[in-house]
T-cell receptor, first 114, second 114 residues
């Protein structure tokens, strides 16, 4: 069935290690987004991509990197430079052929760095 | 700078009554507004949206009202059901180069008591 798959659901890493979060979609949406959620806060945009091989920084891109080599995949790397990496990470997609279409979200990856 | 604010962290309502969730925004460039519902450890799911050319949009038990002069929107749920208990986020987007990017509020935890 169509959807957005984020894996793994829970991820644990030691401080100083880079970690890559996976996001795969089969909705055939051009645009993909990474958001971060912290307790008591709204979702904040990390990076987004509207087309293959192109992406833009969001509001909190420092310490993160992304790639968009194919339409279906938008992996996010949390680098050791990210000061507070422990958070709930959400991937989303959008059909950009329609302006008034919502973002569709995956079920998230909870990253814990100790 | 919090451009979208949900000033009530939580709301408690009796089953069958009306739930009213509020959201304020500061950016006058926002022209499309959405409400999402989120359960713990899951991604947000789209609920209802409204364009800035309208002041009301209804979908079953859910109605969103937009007051552009006050930069305020609200979500009404009537009648409220225990299954509506979740975190509700309002979000807003602007056109132009911000196409597809959503700015989220902090969320309101709704609890509907049987």
């Amino acid at each position: 069935d169509g959807g957005i798959t984020q894996s793994p659901k829970y991820l644990f890493r030691k401080e100083g290690q880079n970690v890559t979060l996976s996001c795969e979609q089969n909705l055939n949406h051009d645009a993909m987004y990474w958001y971060r959620q912290d307790p008591g806060q709204g979702l904040r945009l990390i990076y987004y991509s509207q087309i293959v091989n192109d992406f833009q920084k969001g509001d909190i891109a420092e310490g993160y990197s992304v790639s968009r080599e194919k339409k279906e995949s938008f992996p996010l790397t949390v680098t050791s430079a990210q000061k507070n990496p422990t958070a709930f990470y959400l991937c989303a997609t959008k059909d950009i052929s329609s302006y008034n279409s919502p973002l569709h979200f995956g079920n998230g990856t909870r990253l814990t760095v100790t | 700078d919090q451009q979208v604010k949900q000033n009530s962290p939580s709301l408690s309502v009796q089953e069958g009554r009306i739930s009213i969730l509020n959201c304020d925004y500061t950016n006058s460039m926002f022209d499309y507004f959405l409400w999402y519902k989120k359960y713990p450890a899951e991604g947000p799911t789209f609920l209802i949206s409204i364009s800035s050319i309208k002041d009301k949009n209804e979908d079953g038990r859910f109605t969103v009202f937009l007051n552009k002069s006050a930069k305020h929107l609200s979500l009404h749920i009537v009648p409220s059901q225990p299954g509506d208990s979740a975190v509700y986020f309002c979000a807003a987007s602007a056109g132009g180069t911000s196409y597809g990017k959503l700015t989220f509020g902090q969320g309101t935890i709704l609890t509907v008591h049987p």
